[in-house]
């Protein structure tokens, strides 16, 4: 298997712009998650959805963030719009099972809002 | 929220040495993992270990969750194994520690 997929890689953007961040989960697998580390708060979980459906949103920031998963094998995260403070790395992950479960996690997408 | 705590935040080793990792949580668990995130910024998998011990090849792990802790050995420590070491453990949602940074020095 190609293991959880982000695109972009990295993303360069300016103050006020719409960014979405994509995902690919591993094939079978029913749980996707979204996490988002700075150096100021480390790791967080954003969102948790099973099944394609949110089952967590409790760690999403704000309004400004939205996130979707319209398929079993796809989901995006969207920031409309974007402040510097979004800047930071995002993670997808994925699991077989539930929140419970190993969860294997993709490569990052790096962020960076001037 | 549970509270985790990773020791010793920063650790630096010759190669060929050992270290143990330490990881604290406040509250009964689901799930506990261990991750090396390495220079690139991967997330690799190490283990999944809400119970018991685990090995592979030269790292080995051990949760005793009634004593709310996880320890991940490492042995004859590589160059390659620098990196940020992370525990994240599952209660109501998943939390990570603040990692400890590992160099190992040639």
Same mark, same amino acid.
Request: aromatic fraction near 10%.
């Given at each position: 298997?190609?293991?959880?997929?982000?695109?972009?890689?990295?993303?360069?953007?300016?103050?006020?712009?719409?960014?979405?961040?994509?995902?690919?989960?591993?094939?079978?697998?029913?749980?996707?998650?979204?996490?988002?580390?700075?150096?100021?708060?480390?790791?967080?979980?954003?969102?948790?959805?099973?099944?394609?459906?949110?089952?967590?949103?409790?760690?999403?920031?704000?309004?400004?963030?939205?996130?979707?998963?319209?398929?079993?094998?796809?989901?995006?995260?969207?920031?409309?719009?974007?402040?510097?403070?979004?800047?930071?790395?995002?993670?997808?992950?994925?699991?077989?099972?539930?929140?419970?479960?190993?969860?294997?996690?993709?490569?990052?997408?790096?962020?960076?809002?001037? | 929220?549970?509270?985790?705590?990773?020791?010793?935040?920063?650790?630096?080793? !010759?190669?060929?040495?050992?270290?143990?990792?330490?990881?604290?949580?406040?509250?009964?668990?689901?799930?506990?993992? %261990?991750?090396?995130?390495?220079? %690139?910024?991967?997330?690799?998998?190490?283990?999944?270990?809400?119970?018991?011990?685990? !090995?592979?090849?030269?790292?080995?792990?051990?949760?005793?969750?009634?004593?709310?802790?996880?320890?991940?050995?490492?042995?004859?420590?590589?160059?390659?194994?620098?990196?940020?070491?992370?525990?994240?453990?599952?209660?109501?949602?998943?939390?990570?520690?603040?990692?400890?940074?590992?160099?190992?020095?040639?």
């Amino acid at each position: 298997d190609a293991g959880v997929i982000q695109s972009p890689r990295h993303e360069v953007t300016e103050m006020g712009q719409e960014v979405t961040l994509r995902c690919k989960p591993i094939s079978g697998h029913n749980s996707l998650f979204w996490y988002r580390q700075t150096m100021m708060r480390g790791l967080e979980l954003l969102i948790y959805f099973n099944n394609n459906v949110p089952i967590d949103d409790s760690g999403m920031p704000e309004d400004r963030f939205s996130a979707k998963m319209p398929n079993a094998s796809f989901s995006t995260l969207k920031i409309q719009p974007s402040e510097p403070r979004d800047s930071a790395v995002y993670f997808c992950a994925s699991s077989l099972g539930r929140l419970k479960d190993e969860q294997f996690f993709g490569p990052g997408t790096r962020l960076t809002v001037l | 929220g549970i509270q985790v705590e990773q020791s010793p935040p920063d650790l630096i080793l !010759q190669e060929g040495a050992n270290s143990t990792l330490r990881c604290n949580f406040s509250d009964s668990v689901n799930n506990l993992q %261990w991750f090396h995130q390495n220079p %690139w910024g991967q997330l690799i998998n190490l283990f999944y270990i809400p119970s018991g011990t685990k !090995q592979n090849g030269r790292l080995s792990a051990t949760t005793v969750a009634t004593e709310r802790y996880s320890l991940l050995y490492i042995s004859s420590s590589q160059t390659t194994d620098s990196g940020v070491y992370f525990c994240a453990v599952v209660n109501n949602d998943m939390r990570f520690g603040a990692g400890t940074r590992l160099t190992v020095k040639p």
